[in-house]
């Protein structure tokens, strides 16, 4: 069936409207969660018991981070993991949501190494 010209610029430019709402949507979900992303990290520098390395690395995550809850969520896992903080503990348990199962086993994960980090430190250890 061959289509008119009128006909092929209507839906063109249906196609164009239809790409931009997504477009603007998904917009909107990344602005979303990097907001909640940053005010997930100044809850942490609310802490008074931060040591000058972890307040370092926080503040290197609020101004590089621009990407999602979950890829910030995996980088406070690696930084608990590394560091052993309790800092970071108490922060990822409030992060973690029940109904995310992935990131609580990832969490569980970065318990493990830690504690087994702790009692073989001469050993480096990575989230694989």
């Keep these: 069936m061959s289509e008119t010209l009128p006909q092929l610029r209507v839906n063109a430019n249906s196609s164009i409207t239809d790409y931009r709402k997504k477009a603007n949507a998904f917009l909107i979900l990344m602005e979303n969660a990097r907001q909640e992303t940053k005010k997930f990290l100044m809850t942490l520098t609310d802490r008074a018991n931060l040591t000058l390395?972890?307040?370092?690395?926080?503040?290197?995550?609020?101004?590089?981070?621009?990407?999602?809850?979950?890829?910030?969520?995996?980088?406070?896992?690696?930084?608990?993991?590394?560091?052993?903080?309790?800092?970071?503990?108490?922060?990822l348990e409030k992060?973690?949501?029940?109904?995310?199962?992935?990131?609580?086993?990832?969490?569980?994960?970065?318990?493990e190494i830690a504690k087994r980090d702790r009692e073989q430190p001469s050993t480096n250890s990575m989230i694989s």
Aim: no cysteine; net charge positive.
């Design 53 to 91: 390395r972890e307040e370092a690395e926080i503040k290197l995550l609020k101004r590089t981070l621009r990407l999602n809850d979950s890829f910030n969520a995996l980088i406070l896992i690696s930084l608990y993991a590394i560091n052993d903080s309790k800092t970071y503990l108490d922060a």
């Design 95 to 111: 992060y973690a949501s029940k109904n995310d199962k992935k990131f609580i086993l990832l969490l569980e994960k970065a318990k």
